[in-house]
């Protein structure tokens, strides 16, 4: 199968990348690429396990092949706390937010991009952000608290 | 209780920052480098078939492929409590998706595009899709004919000829007597499909035989030391022991007991063995995950009660019937659970409980969140609120009547614990305003609350063990070694807790990691509910044990009176000399050197083991007299206040309420996160998960496009998690567990406000909106 | 699972070279655009393409252009700039709020409205809005560009009328004046996201006028011309909109499947437009 050459801006590094047509932006990124945060968890853009920062916005990269990456931008979340944890991460750690911890990247870059473009997002923004995120131990409610305490809203 | 500075505390989750920073690595996150390879798997299409050929020329002829191994290459079968499962099928397969062969390749999509090439010629065969027909006297099938040859717990009755993998009798009293006392008997059949862990990670697992003869398994599992003795010994016809197997588990993405004991791993096991030196990989897609993995299974329970009319419980019956899967090796132990403490929370003298486990050709059940209590409580708490209204009874006051007390005779002779029932009860109701229905918010919506009560005991067998070693770094740091699971309840930090409170270290300063069967020692599994409890008391002891080193130490070396010893803030200080104050980083590896220049000391090394000595599943076959198999019960209520729309049939959780008494919360946090988490897994269970099965034994809907599971969007306008302390006097600071139970009220909570708001009473789950408005009329 | 067979990825950055490529390949050739659709068919392996045209990199197809009397929705504009826009919620409210139906935030920045007719999947959110805003599907190929009435795209589930080497450059929704309300309810199975079971778009227009369609209860989203037929010069009391769903059998064939069954699907499609117009004449 032939490959294509695609130039992207990975967390902020340029990269020169050979990926196949039907290998999706997560298979690149994971194997490729190495960068593990971003997960498979269903394939089907149903869990949003695979989240990452396209361009700016948040999308599921199970649905993107790897061809089209070309010219974008892209962040994972090793990219995003790549300085340091940011405040939600922080508040997130503070509120002991995640249990298993395997929707916390998706969820997170879910939540960076509602706070990046929103700085005080109500509940029903929060839900919206992550509502395509899903997980299954915490019962979403520490997650949206700290949504709302770095937004300077306070715990519900 | 004492003043206690680290247990009771909302620490931080050790394992917080590397979930939050990406870094945590699960099974598929592992690298093992250009040398490893993929398993695919080929599955059965038919439910129930006979295995007449199976021919792999075309898929080896793929450039690529390295091997193609079928059940010939391993006739072994494995099995926690009952071996009756194998690693690739026989001469039959049993459910649609029974793993039937392996193909092994160089990369991902070669093995799978070779898997679609291996040619499977099947006898199709009429399947036994539902239990009442399979449990019946002369079954069109019978799943297992050789049931007779299977080695099982001697706690299982499989009754050869059948398909009743095992029947548990519970019997106490008369219940001929007591339904003649009653005053009123209530008779009624409930029914529970199956379920879905949906844990987000799905299972994975590899395996690597070297050539040293040594096999490596790392798995997402929540029983390395369980998986690596069945690996040993399904495999034993190869020449492996134990001392060659070793299992290593990073963190687990969600287990909810569907990572519990041993399912497809034995495949990266036995797959291993066939590419001596070459790790290879099996990962399961969502769909596998739906269809080969565990299921909760389903259940049709028939239950028949005496009253008077005051309320108190005369007799009770309880037959419930089970559909268990094509193998029930763990799912044969949730019916026994329930078989000993379908009484729910109560106190009946008169009992007759049967519980059943019957073969079908559907998924394997197992273990899941509650094991088998939330399917039993939905029936139960159903029946007592029904009872309730029959009698013109307050639905809390006619459970506040039965509800069992500490001492009381539980259903298989053993005692209760101490406990705080009734005052769970209590809290739940307050917490959801029960006296205080809000209106409702439109002419279309009706109000209703409803609550239930819950109780679970881990379901172990009698000698169920936790060791731990906890040693320490040269600057007074600890590392913990235990082999129970951070599956995300946050034993990893609970643990670091305890031994903290015990040696003043705080728990920041503390490591506990997840294991390697080789460098941890045994842990049963960590399921039941009973890490804290067990694996805790083994962390407590490894602390003491330690803590009297330390002070062997001190008085060795310096001659001092060890009883005036204690510890504080990393030192070892003395009650008679308020001057003394010696930092473990000076003495804990290197020893206290004395005035000649020798040491006395050493490194410090705790060992901490525990294993109930008071467990016992010896009993009377015929009615379960005798034995003590439960250790202990924790136990709770659940209440909510709902609005439903008529029309609609549509439920909104206003208020959801649920208090479990943990003994001693180690942390309020996490605990709250039980709850929350629990709480709204049940939710879903009673609302919107349906898992639906074609006539053909097919599961239609696995994947998350048509198989429910919550949202953010799906959160009760208000969860009031309530903890509850009535100490559990074998405990570590007297705590006891609460991960499961938190579900398990749920769904009865849910039907009985439901029948409150609109007379309505739905006996089968789940209550759909669809299923909610034709129960209306509406349609 | 991932995608097994292999194809040809082309990215032409003008319609010229999108149309050469469409025409070359015709039904061998499938046309990439948001991907949260084709994407799953080709892991499915229900669709095996030769050939996959990306035609995000052709200029001006991501753009929503206000005219004087439409709004042109370029068709590689997701359903997260449909909700972002300013003008849309003002002029085309309806069309943002199905838009905010559709499944989640992270599938809706790169799903598009364009990509979701073209799928024509019976349970799709755009078909019953743009029907009840006798919206156009703008169609180019080689030979030119034409217009196709939304009632005349959707020809069957998953079929529409874009023939092999043609693209679909826009969808151009006239404004229409007399629109006073509108409401877009879908069914689902829970407050998460989910496909609609049943749904129902309503505008309500001055002069007692109503436009009504309904989506994922027939092969195809449909208008209900009988229920307007029925509700034109009417007033929304009690007894009108008892008469409205009382005909909704007559307009639509839902079926059963594991989602929901006939009977729900029909009471619902009953009540939702009860409740619908309720709304959109501001009566709830």
Redesign the interface.
Known sequence: MKKITIKAKINGEQRTLEVQPMETLLEVL?ETL?L??P??????G??G?CTVLYDGRAVRSCLILAPEADGREIE???GI?RDG?TPL?KK??????????????GM?VSATELLRRNKKPSEGD??EA???????????????DAVKAVSGKGRR | MDKLKYVGK?A??V????????????I??I?FGPGLLYAAIVESPHAYARIRGIDPKKALALDGVVKVVTGRDFPYRFGLYMKDRWVLAQDSVRFVGEQVAAVIARD??TA??AAKLVEVDYEVLEPMLEPLGAAGSEPPVIVHPELGDYSHVPWFFPKPGTNIAHHRKTRKGNTDRGFTAADFVLEDTYTVPRFA??????HGAVGLYDHSGRLTVWTASQSPHTQRHVFAETLAPLGLTHKDVRVITP??????GGKAGVTMEILAAALATSVRGSPVKVIW???QEFYNTYQRQGVITKIRTGFRKDGTITALEHTLVWDAGAYVEYGANVVNAVGLSATGPYRIDNLKIDSICVYTNLPPGGPYRGFGYSEMIFGLESHMNMAAKKLGLDPIAIRKKNAIKEGDTLAYGAHMNPNGLMQSIDKAAKAIGWNKKPRPSGPDKAVGRGIALFWKAPAMPPNASSSVFLKFSEDGSINILASAM?????FLTAMAQIAAEVLAVSPERIRVETPDTDRNPYEWQTVASHITWSCGNAVRRAALDAREQIFDVVERGLRLDRDALYLEKECVKSRTDASFSLPLRDFIINGIMQEDGTFRGGPVVGRGMFMPEFSSAKSNPETSQGGHPNVHYTTGAGACMIEVDR??GRVKVLKAALAVDGGRIINP??AK?QV??????GLATV??E?M?FDSKGRL??P????Y????????PDE?IPILVEVPQPDGPFGARGIGEHTMIPAAPMIANALDDALGVRIKSMPL???KI??ALG?? | ??I?DGFEYHRPGTFEEALELLEKFKGRAAILNGGTDLVVELKDGRKKPDVVVDIKAIAGLDGITIEKGRALIGAGVTFGAIIQSKELEKRLPLVVEAARTVG?SGLRNRATMVGNICSAVPCLDSGPVLLVLDADVIVRSRRGEHKIPVGRWFLGPRKTALKPGELVTAVSIPFEKKIRGSCFMKLG???????AQASVAIAAMRGAKYRIAFGAVGPVPLRAKKIEAFLAGKKISDKVLSGASGRVDREISPITD????K??R???CR?MLERGLKKAVGLL
């Open positions: 994971r190495g593990k945060s997960k498979c968890g269903c394939d089907r149903d869990c396990t994972t979340l090793e706390c944890l991460q997130m750690h503070e509120l002991n937010a995640f249990q298993c911890g395997f929707c916390a990247p997170i929060i839900k992550i509502g395509g995120n899903l997980c299954r131990c915490t019962g979403y409610e520490p997650i949206i | 909302s931080l989750r394992d917080g920052i590397e979930k939050i920073s990406g870094a945590a690595k699960f598929d996150d690298e991902k999509r799978l595009r862990h949906c844990a987000i990670e799905t963190y687990v993405g969600g287990g909810f897609t969502r769909e951070e599956i995300g309840q946050g029309k609609t946090s996490l996160g929350v988490g629990g709480l709204l897994q609302l919107y349906d639906r239609l809907n994947n998350f496009t048509d429910k599971i919550p949202t953010a969007h799906d959160l969860v759909t909106a669809e408005a034709r509406g349609f | 699972m991932p097994l989640s199975r829970y407050a998460g996201e989910d496909l594991i989602r929901a069954s009977e729900y029909l009471h619902m009540i």
